[in-house]
């Protein structure tokens, strides 16, 4: 029999770099994958989270079938319940009483129809979206100023950039790949000048000639100062200004009103005088600059006027639109952009149309609909307030978890308990937010899906599917359009493909648009579904003018706004208001994880990086405070309170008085660390995205009376313990563990749970030491180690232990020692997680010579792969050798 191999070429489910990727199955196996050689985003390469992708593919944890109020039910009985719950409330409350939530993980197809169904048929536009969260002030400030929401640049002008000004950006874990791009850059050419603008020093700060560690909040003085500085040093572009913008004079007079001199302005962002004119000198010197601007700029209650500031400068220095310069917003999720095209956000239409009546009557023409919305629809934060209110009584939840990431999340938790239905469609089982359904639906997963998907520099990628659903599970084209189908749409709906939503959609944004609308798909109708089967990936537009897609926006001065000229927009600098003794709580991204975890909690090789939940201090605030490193630390407000583990950063990553918290963890993943229930609803006024990078809280030190681990052969699911986190393993599942009282509850919680008999004992109950393993036929099924305090050493000679299919008499002993017998190496925390490199061996390489990144490579593999790793191994080296000048 001969081994049939399949080649597929797809695109990453994870960030909105959309780095497209090589899948090979033979026999129906899924071997490694890998980045694909010719997908203009990442030529061949891939980060972490993306070559880990064949470790998620595993059906732990899916949603198989559709369930009602907890019981396994029919496809039938679950659709028609939905149809017939829609059709009652439309009936009796209208259709402001229905409402959708969506995803940037859902596929433009996905997006297309359920905006349709919402929009067009159910005569509401309460459809929003948890890219909500993510980049609607990057779009509400695009389309103020230059009258479209559309990215003017693309990939390549970060590497074409002289000046590169990272804002808000933790790139190099966020967005890896171009991260590297970043960083291949600058090493062909050093003179590029690249500026991190972050109150923290991430890892992006490698590669940064200036790290301004500015005050959370003060963004926009700093740009408003930018702005004046040009002006009063004549660097402006005053042709561009004169023939291709208005109100220039307006935003000027507000941005005279940032900061009198230099040496105010450091006062205001708390940054160093000399650095703010250094900044400001490059900016005004160099023509070719581009501002990445990521979540630090628009989770914020003013991110949209954030945001215009930064776009202010471009276009007052004529910076748009060319070879290396522009303002370049970078997405979150891989397919934020695909949502923004079909109208996925509350307040647009679709196909970057709006509510105007011409549009609504252009939308409902070409869809044929009874009763196109009139109006824009709810906000994500003023949707489920409207829930909990009472006014929305039919929910449905697409591919998201907003009781682990909206704001308030426990207050979300109690809206959805007030909504008379609320369905989830998700490919996940054991969601927090499937928990709180009536109606869960089994959607297909990545691997499984086929569609398209946008990324960040406005590239149509096909992500097509390579393994067969498991159970039930449906895409979810296919389950809202059964939905419209029962609510009687037939026609408008009968779509069996996904290439025919699409051509719907092209054929929409070329509908009656002579060039009004940048977005126009037209070069795409009419593809059969070979050709959409084999669609390469473009840049929209795609029409007569740019068969091949257009790379850069403006190089003409059209802009689309009604006389095309763009808008300056007048940015009133509001200064943050002075803190007591809060800390101010920043939220973000950790390099191995995405979202809640649904798929990357499944790899074990990403587990090891970080393994769980944590927040950084200063040194100063927790000796204030008394948090100890490493130690639990309770963070707290009115809204609720998580544990996580204590970093205090003696490196000054972390400024005074404010504290970092990761956003991943859920209730599957630890026993309370949703970030999301300590943040507020305070949302930016224009753009409604909430400012999920600024919450007070309190904090103090979670005094447990013991520490341990917990390695199973199973999943045991939440623990009778205070705390525990829980993470795959290559050779089962491990929980960090800790607790009050004396631990022999914990212990005979744990024992009930796996059976009595069978155990080893080594107990000190005086200190609070003990150590058990379970055997079953000579092989592990439990290890279970308590110590008073945190123990550091190594856990990875245990997981290999209990990966041994017949367990020796020296294991045995090794086991009840608590230590490997003979010399093991202790690899320490996972650094490189391709090569499963610690922090130990690194520092020995380094203590042995290796003083640069490549050094170490050569030496370890560590940073050869993926080198999403590169920053951190620099950092190693400059900690453990001061004195060796960093490459
Ligand atoms: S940078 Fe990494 S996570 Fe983002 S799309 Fe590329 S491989 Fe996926």
Request: proline share 5%; net charge negative; hydrophobic share 35%.
């Amino acid at each position: 029999m001969t081994n049939k191999q399949v080649n597929i070429e797809t695109t990453c489910p994870y960030c909105g770099v959309g780095c497209g990727v090589d899948i090979s199955v033979v026999s129906g196996d899924v071997s490694p994958v890998s980045g694909m050689k010719t997908h203009p985003a990442n030529f061949g390469r891939l980060c972490v989270k993306g070559s880990a992708l064949h470790d998620t593919l595993n059906h732990t944890d899916r949603l198989l079938h559709p369930t009602m109020n907890g019981q396994t039910t029919s496809w039938d009985n679950a659709l028609n319940l939905i149809a017939d719950k829609i059709r009652q409330v439309i009936s009796t409350h209208g259709p402001e009483a229905v409402a959708f939530y969506g995803s940037g993980q859902l596929l433009t197809e996905d997006y297309y129809v359920a905006n349709k169904l919402m929009k067009g048929f159910i005569g509401s536009a309460n459809m929003d979206t948890n890219s909500r969260l993510c980049m609607a002030s990057a779009v509400a400030s695009y389309k103020r100023s230059i009258g479209s929401d559309t990215v003017p640049g693309c990939y390549k002008d970060l590497e074409l950039a002289d000046l590169l000004v990272i804002t808000g950006s933790n790139a190099a874990w966020a967005h890896p790949i171009l991260f590297q791009r970043m960083t291949a850059a600058k090493q062909a050419r050093p003179d590029m000048k690249v500026v991190v603008i972050d109150p923290r020093k991430t890892a992006t700060c490698d590669l940064a000639d200036l790290h301004l560690a500015i005050k959370p909040g003060t963004d926009t003085t700093l740009f408003n100062a930018l702005l004046n500085y040009l002006n009063q040093q004549d660097a402006l572009d005053t042709n561009f200004i004169e023939h291709h913008c208005e109100n220039f004079d307006e935003a000027l007079e507000s941005a005279s009103a940032a900061a009198n001199d230099f040496s105010e302005l450091a006062a205001i962002t708390d940054v160093n005088q000399q650095d703010l004119e250094t900044f400001f000198g490059w900016f005004k010197d160099t023509e070719r600059t581009v501002s990445f601007y990521s979540q630090g700029v628009n989770q914020s209650i003013d991110g949209t006027d954030k945001a215009n500031s930064i776009i202010n400068l471009h276009l007052a220095t004529g910076r748009i639109g060319k070879p290396g310069a522009c303002p370049f917003s970078i997405t979150g999720q891989p397919n934020a952009m695909g949502g923004r095209e079909v109208g996925g956000l509350a307040n647009q239409l679709a196909a970057h149309m709006d509510f105007s009546p011409e549009d609504r009557d252009r939308v409902r023409r070409f869809w044929k609909a009874p009763s196109v919305a009139e109006r824009p629809g709810l906000k994500a934060v003023d949707l489920f307030n409207e829930v909990k209110s009472g006014k929305i009584k039919f929910l449905w939840i697409m591919s998201t978890n907003p009781l682990v990431s909206m704001p308030d999340a426990d207050d979300v938790k109690a809206a959805m308990k007030q909504c008379e239905l609320v369905v989830v469609s998700d490919c996940m089982a054991n969601t927090d937010t499937t928990a709180a359904a009536h109606v869960v639906l089994p959607a297909s997963s990545w691997g499984e899906k086929n569609g398209t998907v946008t990324n960040s520099e406005r590239r149509i990628s096909r992500q097509r599917g390579f393994l067969p659903s498991p159970g039930d599970a449906k895409p979810d084209w296919w389950i809202i359009t059964q939905v419209a189908r029962r609510l009687g749409y037939e026609d408008e709906f009968p779509y069996e493909h996904p290439y025919e939503i699409f051509d719907d959609h092209a054929r929409l944004s070329a509908y009656e648009n002579e060039g009004q609308r940048d977005f126009d798909l037209s070069g795409l109708t009419g593809m059969s579904r070979e050709q959409y089967d084999a669609l390469s990936p473009v840049q929209w537009p795609v029409n007569a003018e740019y068969p091949n897609g257009r790379e850069r926006f403006y190089d003409d001065g059209h802009f689309y706004t009604p006389d095309n000229k763009a808008k300056f927009i007048p940015v009133e600098a509001v200064r943050p208001p002075e803190r007591d003794d809060t800390l101010l709580m920043n939220t973000g991204r950790v390099r191995d994880h995405w979202h809640t975890m649904t798929r990357t909690a499944k790899a074990p090789v990403l587990a090891r990086h970080i393994s769980e939940p944590y927040a950084d201090f200063h040194p100063e605030d927790a000796m204030r405070l008394g948090v100890r490193n490493n130690r639990l630390v309770k963070l707290f407000n009115e809204r609720g309170d998580i544990i996580v583990r204590a970093r205090v950063r003696n490196d000054m990553a972390q400024r005074k008085g404010e504290v970092f918290v990761p956003m991943h963890w859920t209730s599957r993943y630890a026993s309370k660390a949703r970030m999301g229930a300590l943040i507020n609803k305070d949302n930016d006024p224009v753009s409604g995205q909430p400012a999920l990078k600024m919450s007070d809280v309190t904090a103090e030190r979670y005094d447990t009376e013991w520490e341990g681990f917990l390695l199973t052969a199973q999943d045991l699911g939440p623990l009778a313990s205070e705390y525990w986190v829980y993470n795959v393993t290559d050779t089962g599942h491990m929980y960090e563990i800790s607790g009050q009282g004396q631990p022999v509850d914990f212990i005979k919680s744990i024992r009930d749970q796996l059976g009595s008999d069978g155990w080893m004992m080594f107990s000190d109950p005086a200190n609070r030491h003990y150590r058990l393993c379970l055997i079953e036929e000579d092989k592990l099924q439990a290890v279970l180690f308590i110590h008073k305090e945190y123990d550091f050493s190594s856990r990875q000679w245990l997981i290999d232990t209990f990966g041994k299919d017949e367990l020796s008499f020296q294991d045995r002993r090794a086991i009840l020692a608590g230590r490997p017998m003979g010399k093991q190496e202790d690899k320490g925390a996972i650094i490189c997680s391709c090569f499963q490199v610690g922090e130990n061996t690194i520092n020995n390489a380094i203590a042995e010579g290796c003083n640069n990144a490549e050094a170490l490579g050569e030496k370890l593999k560590c940073g050869t792969n993926c080198g999403s790793c590169v920053p951190e191994l620099k950092s190693l080296i400059a900690k453990y050798q001061p004195e060796v000048a960093v490459e």
